[in-house]
């Protein structure tokens, strides 16, 4: 083989890496691209998931308040138990204000 046909073979399969390298760089792209759409399609799910969480709370201790019967608890004890869900509200305000700061 001649010094001319072994350049010739370097150079077809420098050139058939080169557009090796070139496919997989695209794909790269691509890839990189559904992955930061499914990041944020995450991050999305994530806080719903949260938000409904959240909402669950709220309605599970609306509901507490709500089904307290006045005749079970005398008038002192039922003033403290409303007393203790308005703090235990309060403090979930609170942490909801210190997540929206962020």
Do not use: H, W
């Not at 691209?33 to 949260?50: H, I, P, T």
């Amino acid at each position: 083989m001649t010094v001319a046909e072994q350049l010739s073979k370097v150079v077809d399969k420098t050139g058939r890496l080169i557009d090796l390298c070139v496919a997989l760089q695209e794909e790269n792209d691509l890839l990189k691209q559904e992955n930061d759409s499914q990041k944020k399609n995450y991050l999305s799910s994530d806080n719903r998931v949260k938000d409904l969480e959240e909402k669950l709370r709220v309605v599970t201790l609306a509901r507490s308040l709500e089904g307290m019967p006045a005749n079970e608890l005398g008038t002192s004890e039922k003033s403290l138990d409303i007393k203790q869900k308005i703090t235990e509200f309060v403090r979930e305000i609170d942490k909801c204000i210190v997540l929206l700061k962020k």
